[in-house]
């Protein structure tokens, strides 16, 4: 119904501020002790108080946007009494308001205490809790003829529980426990199951709360929590989940002792055994909005943790940034330590041994997560020509910056920079030049090149595209052993000059709006970030308007009188704002995320945030689609072979370097999937792929970089043909160097090739 489209609305105009915004009362002095999950959120009264000096209490206050507010908020209710009372409602508006209002002025609070299996299906113990003063009765009155009219519930009926508290019991579904809810003082309880309730309403006047839980309190100690400045608020306690999942899972999920063997093996290597709790907190603090979240872990690291830098952000790793930065991220990430952890935690998942004594010798064991990206990754080196792990990895550092600037002289994403530490720059040249060689061989020197040239004593390097109109220019240096990547040689001309200058540079450091954000937060980040907001905003409102005047029009044809005037200016959205700086840390107890703000949430500049519209903005600038549709194809078909390259390889692996005798058979092992053996360029929609039989080993294979294993059918594409090459790399070439490839291929197994010959049969195989 169209009503129930603007009931939404009207919610998310009245709630969408007391959401983000803080408030004074916490609900978890009042909520029993023992939770799974608990979400809490403040009323509009507390937000008005506490949040008034925060950019957006501020911006609500002006004038303008107080009258702009108004004026939609009697619009939406005028327009949802006339629709009801059109659809023959009236009885229940008055109850909807009510429902809304106390919503909007008054804290709340989600909270699962339990979630076990009966008999009879899934038994959840969970309820809300309101605050709602005097106000109780009129809101239970709401509820109970907002339910009955939008799910035909039964009458309620009154009850009296164990322990003496007195409720309104309804059935709402069918199968399921019924509600239980009622007033007790100032709280609106609404409980599923009687004994949710009769726990609910006894913590209101004592026992142990979930405030005083020694998990949650220690979880906000750690956070830092002013409880009487919290706003939305969330608590999961991941231990207890955990637990639930181990003994629900096998039961609901009907899996067998192996796959409930896997489960577990996950969790372990995950390192989710070491997960406490998730923790968020929303506050409002130093004139804007402080956010907080924490992953509380305890034991030693291990899984997913153990990938975390504990190696702090320097001042010297931010100098590269101007001071005009709109979008900044500086991190320690050590790539080869990661890639190792990643291994170590697929080594978990080795295939389990047979459960038999005498297992089929002639059964091929599924290949396990380790062997498979062993796989990929051999035929990865092959295709580009070195070692992602010892030539790549290993020579990075681990500091990394990103930035995006006005002075770069970008549009959009055009602007970001990155800049990353360097080990061995011995190395990471090697694997650049590696690479322009590949790219070279892939386009045959035709439509793409790798330029250089000297910018003083350095030289920039960039992909220089010809025939086809690429927006972009790719461009890299190495200077002060750091490796330097962006979209245009220009931009990284400048990251030399401020490298190479001696004074007068000035950097991040040097900004005061940076400088303030960072004061707020902890020291010794080992990611720290920081975003422009007011570049932001003013960048989303120039796309903003186009769709708010569309959406007022619609609202006009829908009987609405509103139109673009309640628009507010984007100088009056920005006047409060100030730039939002973040940081991460890491230590034995876990780790936490704290950011500070103008608003609830960063919103970044189109250009270093926006990665959905820089790329429709950049696929407006490519001409040639149907070029770049063919291309695509091509590229698919390449995928194609390179994951049967890929299933190649790990049936070596498997096999003691023995290869299979054709596709069939990698097939019929789950090697790989039928749907990869049919070009997308096939429009006989056959098997796409010939696959070259003779070579008994990997190892007999002299030259494997130039040795076909398998390739396109040569009907497919008239401009050439993809072919897969025995060190797994994947080639598209002209039907004329295919056919020589061919021929020194067939040459190589003599009498054991029985393939096509179009070096004797023109057109054969083609």
Not at 546 to 573: C, R
Request: aromatic content about 8%.
């Amino acid at each position: 119904m169209r009503m129930q489209r603007w009931l939404t609305v009207l919610l998310v105009v009245m709630t969408g501020p007391m959401v983000l915004a803080a408030g004074e009362q916490d609900l978890a002095g009042v909520t029993p002790d023992q939770a799974l999950l608990y979400f809490g959120w403040p009323g509009a009264d507390a937000c008005k108080q506490i949040a008034a000096d925060t950019p957006m209490q501020k911006l609500l206050n002006e004038p303008q946007m107080k009258e702009s507010m108004t004026r939609v908020e009697e619009q939406l209710r005028l327009f949802i009494k006339q629709q009801m009372a059109e659809e023959g409602n009236e009885a229940i508006h008055e109850s909807l308001m009510t429902f809304l209002d106390t919503l909007w002025k008054y804290p709340a609070a989600l909270v699962v205490f339990d979630v076990t299996l009966t008999e009879q299906g899934p038994d959840i113990q969970a309820g809300l809790l309101f605050k709602v003063g005097d106000k109780g009765p009129a809101f239970q009155q709401a509820c109970e003829t907002l339910l009955q009219h939008h799910h035909g519930a039964p009458a309620p009926q009154e009850v009296l529980l164990e322990g003496g508290a007195a409720c309104r019991q309804m059935a709402l579904l069918p199968n399921l426990q019924p509600v239980h809810y009622g007033v007790s003082g100032e709280y609106f309880i609404f409980a599923i199951g009687a004994p949710t309730y009769s726990k609910m309403v006894a913590a209101l006047t004592g026992g142990q709360h979930l405030i005083d839980n020694a998990d949650f309190a220690a979880a906000r100690k750690k956070m830092g929590v002013d409880s009487a400045r919290l706003g939305v608020n969330l608590y999961v306690n991941f231990t207890g989940a955990l637990k639930r999942f181990d003994e629900i899972f096998p039961i609901m999920s009907g899996a067998g002792e192996q796959e409930q063997a896997m489960v577990q093996t996950a969790i372990e290597a995950l390192g989710l055994r070491q997960l406490r709790s998730i923790n968020f907190a929303m506050e409002a603090a130093s004139g804007g909005y402080q956010s907080t979240l924490l992953f509380h872990t305890q034991g030693e690291p291990k899984g997913l943790w153990k990938m975390v830098s504990r190696q702090p952000v320097t001042d010297s790793d931010l100098k590269i940034v101007p001071e005009d930065a709109t979008f900044m991220l500086v991190a320690n990430k050590d790539l080869a330590h990661i890639y190792d952890e990643v291994f170590a935690i697929a080594r978990a998942f080795a295939p389990p041994a047979p459960a038999t004594t005498q297992p089929d010798v002639n059964e091929e064991p599924a290949p396990g997560p380790e062997t498979i990206m062993q796989g990929a990754i051999m035929m990865a080196n092959g295709v580009l020509g070195f070692r992602i792990k010892e030539d790549l990895l290993d020579s990075l550092g681990d500091t990394w910056v990103i930035y995006d600037a006005p002075s770069n002289g970008g549009f959009i994403i055009t602007g970001l920079t990155i800049a990353v530490e360097v080990k061995n720059p011995d190395k990471i040249k090697q694997v650049f030049s590696t690479l322009t060689s590949k790219l070279q061989q892939v386009t045959h020197g035709e439509g793409v090149s790798i330029r250089t040239y000297k910018y003083g004593w350095d030289e920039i390097s960039f992909v220089n595209f010809m025939k086809e109109p690429i927006p972009v220019a790719p461009a890299w240096t190495l200077k002060n052993n750091q490796l330097i990547i962006a979209l245009y040689p220009q931009m990284v001309s400048q990251v030399i000059d401020r490298l190479s200058a001696s004074e007068g540079v000035h950097s991040i450091l040097d900004n005061a709006d940076f400088q303030r954000g960072r004061r707020l937060l902890p020291p010794n980040p080992i990611v720290l970030t920081y975003v422009d907001t007011r570049k932001g905003v003013s960048d989303l409102y120039g796309l903003a308007l186009p769709f708010a005047s569309a959406l007022f029009s619609a609202a006009q044809g829908e009987g609405l009188d509103l139109d673009i005037s309640v628009m507010p200016s984007s100088a009056l959205l920005t006047r409060h704002l100030f730039g939002d700086v973040s940081g991460a840390y890491a230590d034995d107890e876990g780790v936490l995320f704290r950011s500070h703000g103008p608003l609830p949430i960063s919103i970044p500049s189109l250009g270093s945030a926006s990665p959905a519209v820089g790329a429709i903005s950049v696929a407006i600038l490519l001409p040639s689609l149907a070029r770049a549709r063919e291309q695509a194809k091509r590229t698919m078909s390449m995928s194609n072979l390179s994951q049967i390259g890929m299933g190649i390889a790990i049936y070596a692996n498997d096999n003691k370097d023995q290869l299979p005798t054709d596709l069939k058979q990698l097939l019929e092992a789950n090697y790989i999937t039928s749907d990869i053996l049919v070009s997308p360029n096939d429009s006989q929609g056959m098997d796409s792929y010939i696959y070259i039989a003779g070579f008994s080993r990997l190892s007999d294979i002299s030259q494997p970089s130039s040795t076909i294993l398998a390739y396109e059918r040569g009907d497919i594409d008239p401009e050439g043909v993809n072919i897969l090459f025995a060190d797994y790399h994947v080639e598209f070439l002209d039907h004329l160097r295919f056919e020589e490839l061919l021929r020194t291929t067939a040459e190589q197994l003599g009498d054991r090739y029985n393939g096509p010959r179009p070096w004797e049969n023109p057109g054969d195989g083609m």
